[in-house]
């Protein structure tokens, strides 16, 4: 399949693909393609990608978990710096695996790519000291068509790695962080969303 070695459906979750590209290197360093629409047609994707975005994040912030509610995204993601664990839930109301959740680790040494297709909410943490997440989308930021969903909601039960802390009854992260100590960090907006029964769904 080209350059591109695809798991698809992982998790048991219909659509959710993890993506590996193949690496050439040598002593001067490595080169591979970070994204051919032939090998993505060819592995049964055909996605028209509008817009590059580019994230700078520290360790232990939390960003998510988030989606558009009437203009879905198809996302393809990945880490070009540091570590990061992202996640997918499902939001498909029609889905047999609504409410079940995927996570993959995504870094600059593993190159794993991550496509999560509309109807998820997503997110990832960041476990490195400093990451640099791309990730491609289908379609453009709406303002004000932004939903959300508690990162922590314990109806879905993400597990998030290296996270100690107890739930609290709602997504405040003030008395969460990494086993190494260091706080998670959320935007205040983030520790407002809600579970999975009272959250938007497709």
Not at 9 to 32: K, Q
Not at 42 to 63: M, P, W, Y
């Amino acid at each position: 399949m080209g350059q591109i070695k695809v798991e698809k459906n992982v998790g048991g979750i219909e659509g959710l693909a993890v993506i590996t590209p193949t690496v050439h290197g040598d002593d001067r360093g490595y080169f591979m393609e970070t994204y051919n629409e032939n090998d993505m047609k060819e592995a049964g994707f055909d996605i028209n990608f509008v817009q590059d975005n580019q994230s700078s994040s520290t360790k232990g912030v939390l960003r998510g978990l988030h989606f558009q509610k009437h203009f879905p995204q198809c996302k393809l993601v990945r880490a070009v710096r540091g570590d990061v664990f992202d996640v997918a839930v499902d939001l498909r109301s029609d889905s047999k695996t609504y409410g079940k959740w995927y996570g993959v680790e995504l870094t600059a040494e593993n190159k794993k790519q991550f496509l999560i297709p509309e109807g998820f909410a997503h997110g990832f943490l960041v476990l490195s000291d400093e990451a640099e997440f791309c990730y491609k989308v289908n379609d453009f930021w709406h303002p004000n068509d932004e939903g959300g969903m508690a990162w922590n909601d314990p109806e879905i039960g993400i597990k998030w790695p290296h996270v100690t802390g107890s739930y609290p009854g709602n997504a405040d992260a003030s008395g969460y962080a990494l086993d190494d100590g260091t706080k998670l960090t959320l935007s205040d907006r983030d520790q407002k969303w809600l579970g999975l029964k009272d959250t938007f769904k497709f």
